[in-house]
Nanobody, 122 residues
Framework: QEQLAESGGGSVQAGGSLRLSCVSS????????MAWVRQAPGKEREGVAS???????RYSDSVKGRFTISRENVESTLYLQMNSLKPEDTAMYFC????????????????WGQGTQVTVSS
């Protein structure tokens, strides 16, 4: 069974940092475009960052310069380093899979993990 499992969420004060991880099971993450998306209470799910097979990245304007997406294909692990966190970053963060060899999956994915909660207090 193909699954994604996130970890690393938690509660932090504004200005702090967290590192999210996502591990795939049942399939090799390497060939796939991967993304992080988030959903805050009462809001729609939104793209945060994506990284394609070729290493190309894309970020939302709200996190650009503060968050960094990376991947370790041998270990089938996706990361999101989040620095200078703000209260508006509070949300459930989901790891998501796009198309194999896809060049962009920022807006479109077909598999998601269960999510990990990030709470930033002011």
């Amino acid at each position: 069974q193909e699954q994604l499992a996130e970890s690393g969420g938690g509660s932090v004060q504004a200005g702090g940092s967290l590192r999210l991880s996502c591990v795939s099971s049942g399939y090799a993450m390497g060939p796939y475009c991967m993304a992080w998306v988030r959903q805050a209470p009462g809001k729609e799910r939104e793209g945060v960052a994506s990284i394609n097979f070729y290493g190309g990245t894309r970020y939302s304007d709200s996190v650009k310069g503060r968050f960094t997406i990376s991947r370790e294909n041998v270990e089938s692990t996706l990361y999101l380093q989040m620095n200078s966190l703000k209260p508006e970053d509070t949300a459930m963060y989901f790891c998501a899979r796009g198309r194999a060899l896809g060049t962009d999956c920022f807006d479109v994915q077909d598999k998601w993990g269960q999510g990990t909660q990030v709470t930033v207090s002011s």
